[in-house]
């Protein structure tokens, strides 16, 4: 099997079996490091990192040296084109033509893709913003799996800033695809995104268990507990009686809590960042004889701020460093896998296809111009050449996920394309709740954000949105 001119945008881009296959190739570069120096001879890997980056950036470029290759790079966006006003479609294809291997890291969500899209070569995603941080997941996914050999049937206990760690994001997809339950345990406002719960609970098929539903008693001893996804396998016993299975479920104790620190860089003000500072749970040796967390690893993407206290650092149980040192084994596994100077055969083949949902595709550039400010398509640079793109995932209520950033929103205001034979008398909109909404094919959809947009294109109210006025 061949990974080779593939990209690694988002955890979606890899099936379970191509995880699999990364980990037992990890494991091979594990056992000799230092021997691998002819897999990428000759290969050049193009670092760029446009956000703060320890870690992720040195751990690829050791695993690039590691396997022979060479790696040019640029850190600093203020020292290339960009600053100029360079759009990152030409950036890509110039990067493209000089290097086999792209790797980025950029604050905007869904410039990854953008990359990927124009580079020619394989694009490996290195945190995009809040969105997606798949490489880190990976890392994450084969320290569980050294630890507890699998991953199917664990709990693990998500904890602090759910809301814009991109590490969270990749790892509960991931999570949720191998069959573990997750407990979320945010800190305060720091919730889970809604696009990604929905995410979580159409495409993987558990069911989400929110703290809200449950009753007072229980929510009392479950602070600060949100939701719990329940992993189909055991969503038909929970389900029954929530509040009692959840008192169940809490009592055996979470196999892994992973920490994160609060994404300070992602707050709007530093008014927000000051309040949030204050409430932000720490972990400590304390909280750690919590029954919940008796046995539980304790795992960090890092860095580290005051969230994770230095005294667990001696602990057995403690990852953190561990999660670390294992980039490079992973990313080599990885390079070399996207750069096909290996190619690595795996039992069940079947399970490599990529499960990818097919949805209808939206592609006007109205009505849904402010869906995510940071969001790549929204940018000037980029609105140049970008054309707007949505899944459309669900009809009743009608919801668009934009393909780079994930982003969803609900449109207010919907029309055909496809009216009657274009006489300008039937060419009207409608509220997008309104029973016209079902009747439109989804090739046919247009939507508006507000019933000015509409009107200016030409459309008058239907006889249900004038009564609703
Ligand atoms: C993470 C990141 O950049 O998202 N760091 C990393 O890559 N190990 C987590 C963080 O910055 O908090």
Redesign the pocket.
Known sequence: MTMANRSLVTMDDLSNGEIEVVFSLANEMLESMDKQSSVCQGKIMASLFFEP?T??RLSFEAAMHRLGGSVISAVDIGATSLAKGESLADMARIIGDYADIIVIRHPWEGAAKVVADYAGVSVINA?DGSHE?PT?TLLDLYTLKKERQTIEGLKIALWGDLKHG??IHSLAYALARFGATIHFRPGPGLELPEHVIRKLTTEFEGILERYNDLNGTVKEKLFPLDAIYITPSTSHQLTNIPDVSIQIELKTGVDALYV??L?TERLSTEAEGEGLKEDYPVVDKKFLKGKEFKEALVMH???RVDELAYELDADPKSMYFKQAARGVPVRMALLALLLGTKEVSVPGEEDLSVPKRDYPLYRHDFGVIDHNPKCVSQQGTEKRYIKPEFKIVNREPLILRCVYCEHEFEPKYIASSDWHEGRLDSKKYHSADSHWARKIKSENLIVFGSESEAETRGFKPSHYVRKRR
């Open positions: 980056s870690r992720t945190g941080h880190q991109r590490t994160t620190r994404q993407p890092l860095p």
